[in-house]
């Protein structure tokens, strides 16, 4: 499987920015985002099942939203109200029917105050 992302950038502190993701060569039940700050352990943002069942990570409960094109492969990660601690390289991820998991080239997302 092979992930491209887009859509990351330089934001300023209350603004937005979409990620998309798109997958192929491989058929993925889930797909996500996690992210890695200067310094820290990459840690989850969002994930989305073929299903559309979803889990955020409490930081971003209620500003972030991820949601998915089936037919496109594609997860989409719409950041609303972003701030400082949001800057990070930001991953796409996910995971094939057999239990594989794969990783995209990250994206930075950058949010100045």
């Known amino acids: 499987v092979q992930l491209q992302a887009s859509g990351g950038g330089l934001v300023q502190a209350g603004g937005s920015l979409r990620l998309s993701c798109v997958a192929s060569g491989g058929s993925v039940r889930r797909m996500g985002w996690y992210r890695q700050a200067p310094g820290k352990q990459r840690e989850l943002v969002a994930t989305?099942?073929?299903?559309?069942?979803?889990n955020y990570a409490d930081s971003v409960k209620g500003r972030f939203t991820i949601s998915r094109d089936n037919a496109k492969s594609t997860v989409y990660l719409q950041m609303n109200s972003l701030k400082p601690e949001d800057t990070a390289v930001y991953y796409c991820n996910a995971v094939t029917v057999w239990g594989l998991e794969y990783w995209g080239e990250g994206t930075q997302v950058t949010v100045s105050s």
């Open positions: 989305m099942t073929v299903i559309g069942s979803t």
